[in-house]
């Protein structure tokens, strides 16, 4: 399809002028730039559906996954998948972990939330963890899906709680240099940040466990939620959320020259208006920009809308690295990849 036939097919008229029903930009497959708070459509014109969510660059594609929230808060739908090679255009691949796939307390009144997917080289599996949860957030248990394919479909090895019986809440995944997987989340019911290290195929907790040499109470009694982990030369970085359910809160960055600890509590990375609001959103995942002359970091939040979920809105913003002032989020009301330089 031509650009200008695909554009009136996505959103009608007004996307040739780039403007949404709020008559404010919006980011559109074709723009190549990123309108943060604003609606954000796929390739076939459909509002994206993948909150909550992170990404996974396998052979020169970015793969999002995240919750398809199209039926509102509950697990009705499950994961979704879209493809993209240039950040800005995403195409639906479909649902990669389906609702269905998981036991029936979790699906219908219950919640499958904030979806990763890695690799493993070794099993050649695409490895899908998720927070599910049923009876108000009583159950909080790791799903543990693989796949041969990278979109899916992925089927439901496990659900239980990695460490004993505390609960499994907002997750994340970090695959390290060194080819070693964790899980990151917030435990006990949300008051503690733990670091679990993953078995050889991803798929469970190393066995067997130990306190402090393959898992960590990393952040202990500090109530954050919404963990997106990062490395920067050598060092680890962990941006959170506080716990203040849907509404935004001060983000903070904390960071550990060993994944396992000790972590040092820092301050709240974002600078300027709303700073204290993180931009109006809630952490789910920093990717890692690779290929540009300066390089850098991309921040993806959830703007959530609690009344209406399915219109929640991400809010991605360029996460820059500085010698004098370290990693500062400010907001941008549009910006492009060109932050981090030209292509190499
Ligand atoms: C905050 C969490 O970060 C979200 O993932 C979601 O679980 C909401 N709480 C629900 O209130």
């Not at 506080?242 to 904390?254: F, Q």
Request: proline share 6%; with cysteine; net charge negative.
């Amino acid at each position: 399809m031509q650009r200008r036939d695909f554009l009136k097919a996505a959103v009608g008229g007004a996307a040739l002028l780039g403007l949404g029903d709020t008559g404010r930009a919006q980011t559109l497959p074709s723009d190549r730039k990123f309108h943060p708070g604003e609606v954000w459509r796929d390739t076939d014109g459909k509002p994206i559906q993948a909150h909550g969510g992170g990404i996974l660059y396998h052979a020169g594609v970015f793969y999002w996954y995240g919750e398809d929230k199209t039926q509102g808060y509950n697990n009705k739908v499950g994961a979704s998948c879209y493809s993209s090679r240039d950040l800005y255009t995403w195409k639906h691949e479909g649902t990669a972990l389906a609702a269905s796939a998981v036991p029936k307390q979790f699906q219908d009144t219950g919640v499958l939330e904030r979806p990763k997917v890695i690799y493993n080289a070794k099993t050649r599996k695409f490895v899908l963890w998720a927070h599910l949860d049923a009876n108000g957030y009583s159950e909080s248990v790791a799903g543990v899906a693989i796949s041969d394919s990278p979109t899916g479909p992925f089927t439901l090895l496990s659900h239980s709680h990695p460490i004993g019986t505390s609960t499994y809440r907002d997750m994340n995944l970090f695959l390290d240099t060194d080819g070693s997987a964790y899980s990151i989340y917030s435990a006990e019911d949300n008051a503690t940040i733990y670091i679990v290290r993953l078995n050889e195929e991803f798929t469970g907790p190393e066995m067997p466990l130990v306190e402090g040499k393959t898992w960590v109470r990393a952040i202990p009694r500090h109530w954050r939620e919404a963990p997106a982990p990062f490395k920067h030369k050598g060092r680890y970085y962990l941006f959170t959320s506080g716990t203040s359910g849907w509404d935004p809160n001060a983000a903070m960055l904390a960071s550990a020259d060993h994944i396992l600890g000790p972590w040092i509590l820092g301050d709240n990375p974002c600078v300027g208006p709303d700073a204290e609001k993180t931009f109006h959103s809630q952490s789910t995942f920093v990717l890692p920009i690779t290929g540009r002359s300066h390089g850098g970091f991309l921040y993806m939040g959830d703007r959530w809308k609690p009344q209406d979920l399915a219109d929640s809105r991400y809010v991605w913003l360029p996460f820059e690295f500085d010698a004098n002032t370290g990693f500062q989020l400010t907001w941008h009301e549009t910006w492009d990849l060109s932050i981090f330089g030209k292509p190499l």
